[in-house]
């Protein structure tokens, strides 16, 4: 088969490509997540992080071996461009493929055709690119208008597209969102059998072909049913080869709207459409563990989301010591102001506080006012544009300073002049001296647990006496 | 992802009135007796605002075997005995022991050179360990239940962290307000004087925070 002898050049295209088109499938993510909603940006990062972290997993050659020769034809053909449309006609054989390609197009009938309209075969892609363009339209795409700039320029030259592209696509994905998540539903009640994760029995042999080519029927209805077509998103051609990966990650997250935190074991008119990739194991065990490893990767996506500063970083272990270390610092957080309410509390009496109605404090969240901090705080908090990794310890620094305003303030012995810090720690009197200083062990302490963790953030806090507390200079380093 | 506003309502309030039960007005506690109470009612706050979740459990029967069961009791008041049922906490997953040694043997028995994938699964294990320690409850979960409850805990622990901040901020507006109201250069104030102007700036202030907010 000529697709053989053609498979050889793509693969060397692919491999010293891969490292490229990963680094434009960051610098696109990035970009792209910029401009999109959050949901659906989190969609397409979820592809894209796939592929990041399958190149981390599976060195990429091997990958492109061991998955169809579909995803290696394609990849020869986004990154090569050179073949020839007769490649095409190997497509639809696939059902991996045609479910793959249900995925990502919309038109009745051909599923290849798709493919050809984008790649820069000089003259013989034209005419089924019109055919195409008008079937997408007819089937009343809202981009319809992009494709006429998008055909054109196609080439292999990604980085080329993905900038000029960039904003164009943000069109496209605010609408592929909702639809993509109701047609994902309706191609999962389409098909009437599919190959359930947990499978205890057995299934014989000849299911998955049987399987396959029910679904593939099903899968062509949905498509007929008007799919938004990401004709735009040829920008990530070489997340098609993962295709497959989105795909079942989709089903794996379909699932967990569906059913939340079910058990695997699930109702059967809610099952779980997953399916076994070519050229992998097919049994039950393998099905379930990749379910579990793809519920585990989304929720981890999940807290990245949560976590700040932690959207660039890939890799459980990486996440998990970001995570670590956000919750330990939320901690120390709360333990410092629990500190610093126990300071303020004396002077307040709670009995009236208790009759505070909770509506008048409800709605109290969003970011903290730099109004209830005294003017100095102001000058701490107004380094805003930090990365969100040292605001935690910026806000320790303003809450270390606070916590000498109401030092201050407590001591309130004609100290009224909240600058004068320094004195107050000097000039204490008699009874709030040792408090003072008591109050001062503690804060050193919390501090150094803070400074111990995060060795490279120091934050510093000019008010602190130089002579009581030399431990606990600070320096905030931006 | 954002607490709801209801969750922190329900929060604060449960947060004043474990303060006012752990007797704050009483000034003769030393410091670290007041922070770790205000700790206290902050947490248990947090974990019956939240409701029920793993790791809720988890924390009020860390807490109830901590602390002196009085306190919390007043606190909780008729949910204690509910919350603090013993089928709640400590579940660990029961493994039989010999079965663990036997795995343990035969993985220490043969070591395979160091994989990247290997040694990147330890790494992960690890840190999955460290933050089983962390979260309350953790240590009868398995890794994806644990990855939820974290999540939910963060998020918890996130609007803990708003909640209080906001609380500072308001008692210490209070105070800036009540001393620069004061119409003497004495420090200390009459203390109904400065209980009533208190909670008068502190419902102005939480109003301000509303509307900003």
């Not at chain 1, 009640?189 to 994760?197: D, G």
């Not at chain 1, 500063?309 to 459980?316: D, F, H, L, P, R």
Request: proline share 5%.
């Amino acid at each position: 088969m000529n697709s053989g002898s053609s498979d050889r050049s793509p693969k060397c295209f692919l491999n010293q490509n891969w490292d490229r088109s990963v680094d434009h499938i960051s610098q696109f993510g990035s970009a792209l997540g910029s401009f999109m909603s959050p949901q659906s940006s989190f969609e397409l990062e979820r592809g894209l992080q796939r592929i990041g972290h399958l190149s981390e997993e599976v060195p990429p050659q091997s990958h492109f071996m061991d998955s169809s020769g579909n995803s290696q034809a394609l990849g020869g053909l986004v990154i090569a461009g050179n073949l020839a449309l007769a490649h095409l006609d190997q497509f639809p054989a696939d059902p991996g493929f045609a479910e793959r390609a249900a995925r990502f197009s919309s038109f009745d009938g051909q599923s290849y055709g798709w493919f050809s309209g984008h790649f820069e075969l000089p003259g013989s892609g034209k005419p089924s690119t019109a055919a195409i363009i008008q079937s997408l339209t007819a089937s009343g795409l809202q981009i319809g208008h992009l494709e006429s700039n998008r055909q054109i320029p196609v080439s292999n030259e990604q980085q080329l597209k993905m900038n000029s592209a960039g904003p164009a696509i943000s069109r496209e994905e605010m609408s592929l969102s909702d639809p993509i998540s109701a047609s994902n539903g309706k191609k999962r009640k389409a098909p009437s059998k599919s190959k359930e994760k947990d499978a205890a029995s057995p299934k014989p042999s000849t299911d998955p072909p049987k399987v396959a080519d029910e679904e593939d029927s099903d899968t062509k209805r949905c498509r007929s049913s008007g799919k938004i077509h990401e004709i735009g998103i040829d920008n990530v051609k070489p997340k098609l080869e993962q295709n497959d990966g989105a795909r079942s990650n989709g089903n794996a997250e379909q699932k967990q709207r569906k059913a939340g935190n079910d058990k695997p074991s699930e109702p059967p008119k809610d099952y779980i459409h997953v399916r076994a990739r070519r050229g992998q194991a097919t049994d039950s065990h393998s099905l379930a563990e990749r379910v579990r490893r793809e519920k585990i990767s989304q929720r981890m996506k999940l807290l990245q989301d949560l976590v700040p500063g932690c959207s660039k970083v890939t890799g459980k272990a990486v996440m998990l010591d970001e995570i670590i270390n956000y919750v330990q610092s939320l901690q120390r957080q709360v333990e410092f102001l629990s500190m610093k309410l126990a300071t303020v509390n004396p002077q307040l009496d709670f009995d009236n506080l208790a009759n505070l109605r909770a509506k008048d404090l409800i709605q109290i969240g969003g970011p903290v006012p730099n109004s209830a901090y005294s003017p100095e705080m102001s000058m701490v908090s107004s380094y805003a544009d930090v990365p969100q990794q040292k605001d935690i310890l910026h806000s320790i620094a303003t809450n270390a300073m606070d916590f000498h305003c109401s030092m201050n303030m407590l001591d309130s012995t004609g100290h009224q002049d909240l600058n004068a810090h320094q004195a107050c720690l000097g000039g204490f009197g008699d009874s709030s001296s040792q408090l003072g200083f008591f109050w001062e062990d503690d804060l050193q302490n919390i501090v150094q647990m803070g400074i111990g963790q995060d060795q490279e953030i120091v934050a510093s806090s000019h008010n602190f006496h130089g002579g009581t507390s030399p431990a606990a200079q600070m320096k905030i380093e931006l | 992802m954002r607490a709801s506003s209801r969750f922190k309502s329900v929060f604060l309030e449960q947060m004043l009135m474990g303060f006012q039960l752990s007797g704050f007005p009483c000034r003769t506690m030393s410091l670290p007796a007041r922070m770790h109470a205000i700790k206290l009612s902050a947490d248990v706050a947090m974990a019956v605002a939240r409701g029920s979740r793993r790791w809720t459990h988890g924390l009020i029967a860390h807490l109830s075997k901590k602390e002196d069961k009085s306190f919390l009791k007043c606190i909780l008041g008729k949910q204690y005995e509910r919350l603090t049922m013993p089928c709640y906490s400590s579940w660990k997953i029961q493994r039989c022991k010999t079965i663990l040694r036997r795995s343990f043997r035969e993985r220490f028995g043969k070591q395979k050179p160091a994989q990247a994938c290997t040694l990147a699964r330890s790494l992960v294990k690890t840190r999955a360990q460290v933050l089983k320690r962390l979260v309350p409850g953790g240590k009868a979960m398995d890794g994806y239940s644990l990855l939820d409850e974290t999540m939910d805990y963060v998020v918890c622990l996130q609007a803990q962290v708003d909640l209080m901040r906001h609380l500072l901020g308001a008692f210490e507006a209070s105070k800036l307000r009540a001393q620069t109201k004061g119409t003497s250069s004495q420090g200390r104030k009459s203390i109904k004087d400065e209980t009533d102007g208190n909670k008068k700036d502190l419902i102005e202030l939480c109003m301000h925070l509303s509307d900003n907010a």
